[in-house]
């Protein structure tokens, strides 16, 4: 797949002879280094033995992420915009959108699949099918708002994440009771709400970017999506051992794994709903005039 990308990409796009943008040869080994390093220390954190060493793998990792942002603004081919995490933007908002509605994503994946085998008796390739409703409802939520008037976007990006939250709520109320049919609601609204946002929140990110960081800006959203999903196994993996999960997968351990998991991550999509808002309240809106005809006679 990689492969034909790249030949549609040879063969489609035209070649850029006149870029603005200085590339530079130089891979970023150091500010990507930062990034594995802390998602590294965060997966550490989560099998960690002690309060203490957990306390300080997780501040590692809020160490490096931050180290991360800081070199990687004075470097000169940046790998994400100027004002890449700042609140008072929209490139900023956008990104922290992306990456806290990936976070919320991306444990649905990992953790649905063992819960709904060992509390429901569910087989793998159900669990599969299970967990994949939650992929096509993102497909079919993105293309079914893709043409809506001007006035959904705003609304999409505070609906999305809300959605997300409630799905997430959702699933870790009913895992444990069931049925299984009752987890199919959740599951759908976590996808359907990623997807409806998605698309608008991009374009936000893209829109709102600096002058000559165009570019950085639309390639840095895959970056900080990816650091999302990883960052997201990873908090899901310390709160699903801190519930006693292990290796022994003993019943009562993953019974409580199964409420804490979803809902611990419920936080995500909230705190992303909120950021939505202000992300709104940035965006310029053009006032229409009405004109009046005045009459004689």
Same mark, same amino acid.
């Given at each position: 797949?990689?492969?034909?990308?790249?030949?549609?990409?040879?063969?489609?796009?035209?070649?850029?002879?006149?870029?603005?943008?200085?590339?530079?040869?130089?891979?970023?080994?150091?500010?990507?280094?930062?990034?594995?390093?802390?998602?590294?220390?965060?997966?550490?954190?989560?099998?960690?033995?002690?309060?203490?060493?957990?306390?300080?793998?997780?501040?590692?990792?809020?160490?490096?992420?931050?180290?991360?942002?800081?070199?990687?603004?004075?470097?000169? #081919?940046?790998?994400?915009?100027?004002d890449a995490f700042s609140?008072?933007?929209?490139?900023?908002?956008?990104?922290?959108?992306?990456?806290?509605?990936?976070?919320?994503?991306?444990?649905?994946?990992?953790?649905?699949?063992?819960?709904?085998?060992?509390?429901?008796?569910?087989?793998?390739?159900?669990?599969?099918?299970?967990?994949?409703?939650?992929?096509?409802?993102?497909?079919?939520?993105?293309?079914?708002?893709?043409?809506?008037?001007?006035?959904?976007?705003?609304?999409?990006?505070?609906?999305?994440?809300?959605?997300?939250?409630?799905?997430?709520?959702?699933?870790?109320?009913?895992?444990?009771?069931?049925?299984?049919?009752?987890?199919?609601?959740?599951?759908?609204?976590?996808?359907?709400?990623?997807? #409806?946002?998605?698309?608008?929140?991009?374009?936000?990110?893209?829109?709102?970017?600096?002058?000559?960081?165009?570019?950085?800006?639309?390639?840095?959203?895959?970056?900080?999506?990816?650091?999302?999903?990883?960052?997201?196994?990873?908090i899901a993996a310390l709160?699903?051992?801190?519930?006693?999960?292990?290796?022994?997968?003993?019943?009562?351990?993953?019974?409580?794994?199964?409420?804490?998991?979803?809902?611990?991550?419920?936080?995500?999509?909230?705190?992303?709903?909120?950021?939505?808002?202000?992300?709104?309240?940035?965006?310029?809106?053009?006032?229409?005039?009405?004109?009046?005809?005045?009459?004689?006679?």
């Amino acid at each position: 797949m990689g492969c034909l990308l790249g030949a549609g990409a040879l063969f489609t796009l035209p070649t850029d002879t006149q870029s603005e943008q200085a590339v530079s040869q130089i891979f970023p080994a150091g500010r990507v280094a930062l990034i594995c390093g802390a998602i590294a220390f965060l997966s550490a954190a989560s099998i960690a033995d002690g309060l203490a060493i957990e306390a300080i793998l997780i501040a590692t990792t809020v160490a490096a992420f931050v180290l991360m942002i800081r070199t990687d603004r004075r470097a000169a #081919a940046p790998l994400l915009p100027s004002d890449a995490f700042s609140l008072r933007s929209r490139t900023g908002a956008g990104l922290w959108m992306i990456l806290l509605m990936s976070v919320g994503y991306s444990p649905l994946a990992i953790y649905a699949p063992l819960f709904l085998q060992r509390l429901h008796g569910v087989s793998p390739l159900g669990a599969g099918y299970m967990v994949a409703l939650a992929s096509l409802a993102w497909t079919i939520a993105a293309l079914s708002v893709a043409s809506l008037s001007a006035e959904w976007p705003p609304r999409l990006i505070i609906m999305g994440p809300s959605a997300m939250g409630a799905g997430l709520a959702g699933m870790g109320v009913l895992m444990a009771p069931g049925p299984v049919s009752s987890l199919i609601l959740p599951i759908v609204l976590i996808g359907a709400g990623i997807g #409806a946002a998605w698309a608008f929140v991009l374009q936000r990110v893209m829109n709102g970017a600096k002058g000559g960081e165009e570019n950085i800006a639309a390639a840095s959203a895959a970056t900080v999506q990816q650091a999302g999903i990883a960052l997201g196994a990873a908090i899901a993996a310390l709160i699903a051992n801190a519930s006693g999960l292990d290796n022994s997968l003993d019943p009562g351990s993953v019974l409580r794994a199964s409420l804490w998991v979803p809902l611990a991550l419920v936080v995500a999509p909230l705190a992303a709903c909120a950021i939505g808002v202000r992300l709104n309240l940035m965006v310029p809106r053009f006032s229409k005039q009405r004109l009046t005809v005045a009459r004689r006679g």
